[in-house]
């Protein structure tokens, strides 16, 4: 889960990741625990004149995944819509754009008469989301600034599976 808040008017955006087994601690009052949070940093707290004001709290479902089926009959999926990537991974809007394009050209190439154009467009997809779980263990690994955090602890312990329906079709 992420909590997303807009500071100011869309001069800031913050974002507190944790896990939805952890936020129910936090349910009687998201606002002010997450202003709480939000006034116990030391690298943002400085930069914010106040975190009265904030406009509502947003929270939603943020994390990788993957779409078994990145076509169909009558679909082609593409982006975030075949493949999500965890908001603290730097890839997500390239990812997106890139995907976009290769499956423009995976339609364009099935209307042709590629048979195994959509196909191999989905065996991308699922690549791609693969090599992205593996970049994601390291980054989790890598974190060191909250060493007793739950939700840091819980991705130093476990190393996304990178199985998918198409892993093995490199």
Known sequence: LEFRRVLFRSLAFVIHATDSDLLHAWRS????????RLNDTRELRPLL??????LP?????AGSSLQTSAFG?????VGDAAAAHDPLA?????????SGVAGAR???????GDDTALQTHAVDVARHFADHLIALAGLHAAERRWPHAPYWERRRQSVPHAESPHANAR
Do not use: I
């Not at 004149?49 to 904030?54: A, F, I, R």
């Not at 709290?57 to 479902?61: A, D, G, H, T």
């Not at 009959?73 to 999926?77: A, E, I, S």
């Not at 730097?90 to 890139?98: I, N």
């Open 57 to 61: 709290l947003q929270v939603v479902r």
């Open 90 to 98: 730097p890839v997500g809007v390239l990812r997106a754009l890139e």
């Open 106 to 112: 995976a339609l364009l190439a099935h209307l042709d």
């Open 29 to 36: 009052d998201l606002d002010a625990c997450f202003a709480s």
């Open 73 to 77: 009959r009558d679909h082609l999926l």
């Open 49 to 54: 004149p106040s975190t009265t004001g904030l």
